[in-house]
């Protein structure tokens, strides 16, 4: 790993993903976006995957994109950063020191969040979590294989959770999950977190980037409400088409200026990612720095 010098003279392009019906498909691979992860990855872009997946899963995905950039777990609960990537500096931060990595905590204890669903479940919601599900339950589901449903169920800061009710008593869920000091979103599936949300850590991560960079680009897609305050925090937003052909209508309303992309999850990734890079590629050297 080279130690880059700092700070660096070029502005840099920075680009954050979802990963569920964004750069997986719902067999959960990216091998319809393996072009354009190509074209970042010799550019040596940070790409910053920022998911409702759990630390465990990510690191699996990060191996097979060899990628060491920095991480955000669970919505937002977690920014992972490897002890060895010395992209950032990281000094003006409270971090834990967690295996090779250095953790900035957002979000919630998993504990109290399991806590808060039972209560809520004791008052009549049917609600049931990846923490009440058994591996070959979560498995069964979410139409994962039973080794990497062990990994969805590692789970530090969010709960994710089923519910059926119609849209009425899923307000009142929600009303209800506000009521006692915690938040509530929707990906795949119904989430119960803390005071983090990916908006919180795409901010922090910007700051950190800035403050190596003269200018700091940054780039985000996804495909769900929870992408939504990611996708508020960046110059350039992108939803991608869900499974059955159209866009997140929450996502088209709340925010602004954010560009539909013809394609479903990874086959719209690649080709935004492509038309973004395109538009800096005459002017990008091999780090991601940009010239203009
Ligand atoms: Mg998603």
Not at 14 to 30: C, E, H, K, P
Not at 90 to 109: F, N, Q, V
Not at 154 to 159: A, I, L, T, V, Y
Not at 214 to 220: C, E, F, M
């Amino acid at each position: 790993m080279t130690l880059i010098s700092r700070p660096q003279n070029n502005p840099i392009l920075v680009i954050f993903t979802d990963l569920d019906g964004t750069l997986l498909d719902s067999a959960y691979t990216y091998e319809m976006a393996l072009p354009a992860l190509k074209l970042v990855s010799d550019r040596n872009i940070p790409l910053i995957i920022c998911s409702s997946k759990t630390r465990a899963e990510i690191e699996l995905i990060r191996k097979g994109l060899g990628n060491d950039h920095p991480f955000v777990s669970e919505n937002g609960g977690g920014i992972y950063i490897s002890k060895s990537n010395y992209e950032l500096r990281i000094k003006d931060y409270e971090t834990e020191e967690l295996d090779e990595y250095y953790l900035i905590k957002l979000g919630a204890d998993y504990a109290d969040l399991r806590r808060a669903l039972a209560e809520i479940r004791g008052e009549g919601f049917n609600v049931r979590g990846f923490g009440d599900m058994s591996v070959k339950e979560v498995a069964e589901l979410t139409g994962l294989k039973e080794s990497d449903a062990e990994l969805a169920q590692k789970r530090q800061f969010d709960e994710v959770f089923t519910f059926t009710g119609d849209e009425a008593s899923v307000n009142k869920l929600k009303q209800r999950i506000n009521s006692m000091g915690f938040n509530y979103t929707q990906g795949e599936y119904f989430h119960i977190m803390g005071n983090s949300d990916k908006g919180r850590a795409v901010g922090i991560l910007k700051e950190l980037y800035a403050a190596e960079s003269v200018k700091v680009i940054t780039a985000a897609l996804g495909n769900s409400p929870n992408d939504i305050e990611m996708l508020n925090n960046v110059d350039h937003p992108f939803v991608v088409k869900k499974e059955d052909g159209s866009y997140s209508r929450q996502i088209l309303h709340e925010v602004k200026g954010c560009k539909k992309v013809d394609g479903i999850g990874p086959v719209g990734w690649n080709k935004a990612v492509k038309k973004l890079l395109s538009n800096f590629f005459d002017c990008t050297d091999d780090r991601g720095r940009l010239h203009r």
